[in-house]
């Protein structure tokens, strides 16, 4: 399936974390009950679950490096714990997808990468990774039916 030009289907596109050790090594000190499998992380760029109907933005091949910095949070979302970073390329790349047509579930695009499912602890002490994050070439795939629960989605995407 061609993900280049005219793509009328929902689509997921998304930057596999390529030194996920780093992170891995932060979830497993700060002791997260059930972390996700480091080979999972990732940052999403864009989710549409309506078919975009104008010609995609092409595929960016490049690896992108986000510097260890401050603007970092730990947050949960949906059930699962997010490390949440600034990135303002990242910002318009999502902005490129939503301009063809692209939706988007939240009120607005925050770059993060999910790491643990939500056990219920307080955040608020929590001092989020601050390490570099080295993501690779954006991958084009289609999302989950809108008829598969999150749940579901979540255990077959981190088993």
């Not at 092409?58 to 949960?76: F, K, M, P, T, Y």
Request: net charge positive; with cysteine; glycine share 6%.
């Amino acid at each position: 399936m061609s993900f280049h030009g005219f793509y009328s289907r929902p689509l997921f596109v998304s930057r596999p974390l390529l030194d996920h050790d780093g992170l891995d090594a932060w979830v497993k000190a700060n002791g997260f009950l059930e972390p996700l499998p480091a080979r999972t992380f990732h940052v999403t760029v864009a989710l549409s679950r309506i078919p975009i109907r104008q010609e995609l933005p092409e595929r960016d091949s490049n690896d992108l490096i986000v510097i260890a910095g401050q603007r970092r949070r730990v947050v949960c979302f949906g059930g699962v714990f997010a490390l949440t970073f600034g990135c303002a390329a990242l910002n318009r790349r999502h902005a490129e997808f939503r301009r063809v047509g692209a939706s988007w579930d939240h009120p607005s695009y925050q770059p993060h990468i999910s790491f643990a499912i939500d056990d219920g602890r307080d955040l608020s002490s929590l001092t989020p990774y601050r390490g570099r994050l080295h993501f690779g070439p954006e991958s084009y795939k289609e999302p989950f039916a809108d008829n598969v629960s999150l749940a579901t989605q979540r255990k077959f995407m981190y088993k």
